[in-house]
């Protein structure tokens, strides 16, 4: 399942890569994809057979035009494209932050799973993953307490976060212009933008867009420790300090422009420079989460 989700996936971005060519343009070849999508070659090729059979490029492999644009058709929808595992920790991430959920708030996990459309089991997993921080509490009855934490805590945590992040932003400078994450961070720069023209309706919008964010300058990685150590990162960082409401069209605004200076320093490609805005936006994130925890 999982590998068939990463294909459908794949098969989208795909998509939006080659809808920027001309019709009769000369495709690019299995290894250029494979840089681009960061997908490997098995992968690329089961891609490339299924473009095929729809008939959006035409001639032999070594020399592949497009025949036509893909329409919306073409794109698998989003609920295949994404794991379960990522289904159940984005809804459970927007639960926490729309029900303004508190430390001693019980989570019951048939009830989430039967809200979220999801199996109970990828609920129950994906709650046992916190219990080793102390995020989140099992009981006897099947459920959990949410559990606050302490500053000290968050400052361990938060140091693990600067290492990461920052190997991470360097990495992602390191890519090639024509890479696929510099398409999906054009898209979050039209997304920052559009937010901050609406911020005084859509401020709570900011979570999950902040999460994509980070989410994919940590996914450059390519280290499987420090992807799964966002997911640790999503409910701190991104969740726990929206429990103090006082300022956060602000504090959302003032991230909001921090990440546009991160997002131009990431297209620069210039390493002095990506660290010098990933760092500025790391130390205005951890004021803001100690300062939640003071007031949460």
């Known amino acids: 399942m999982r590998g068939e989700t990463f294909f459908k996936a794949t098969m989208n971005q795909a998509l939006e890569h080659i809808a920027q060519f001309q019709v009769g343009d000369a495709l690019p070849s299995e290894n250029t994809l494979t840089r681009s999508l960061q997908a490997s070659r098995t992968t690329v090729r089961k891609v490339l057979d299924d473009l095929d059979k729809r008939g959006i490029f035409t001639g032999p492999p070594g020399a592949r035009l497009l025949a036509r644009h893909p329409d919306p058709s ?50 129950r997993e994906y709650l046992n993953r916190f219990g080793r921080f102390g995020l989140i509490e099992r009981r006897p009855n099947s459920s959990w307490i949410i559990r606050g934490f302490t500053c000290d805590f968050a400052l361990e945590l938060f140091e693990v976060r600067e290492i990461f992040e920052l190997r991470s932003a360097l990495a992602f400078a390191r890519q090639p212009e024509t890479a696929a994450a510099f398409k999906t961070l054009a898209k ?106 003071s007031t949460g």
Request: hydrophobic letters at 40%.
């Open 188 to 293: 979050l720069e039209a997304e920052h933008h559009d937010l901050l023209g609406d911020l005084d309706t859509r401020f709570h919008d900011f979570s999950d867009l902040d999460e994509r964010f980070h989410r994919l300058i940590n996914t450059t990685s390519g280290n499987r420790f420090i992807v799964e150590f966002h997911d640790v990162i999503s409910l701190i960082f991104h969740y726990h300090y929206q429990w103090g409401k006082s300022d956060e069209r602000d504090r959302n605004a003032v991230a909001i422009a921090e990440h546009l200076d991160y997002i131009a320093a990431l297209f620069s490609r210039d390493p002095a420079r990506v660290e010098k805005a990933c760092r500025l936006h790391l130390t205005s994130a951890r004021k803001t989460l100690l300062a939640s925890i």
């Open 74 to 123: 073409d794109y698998f929808a989003d609920t295949e494209t994404i794991a379960t595992a990522a289904q159940v920790e984005k809804k459970f991430l927007e639960w926490m932050l729309r029900a303004d959920r508190k430390p001693g708030d019980f989570v019951n996990g048939l009830d989430l799973a039967r809200q979220f459309g999801v199996p109970v089991n990828a609920v």
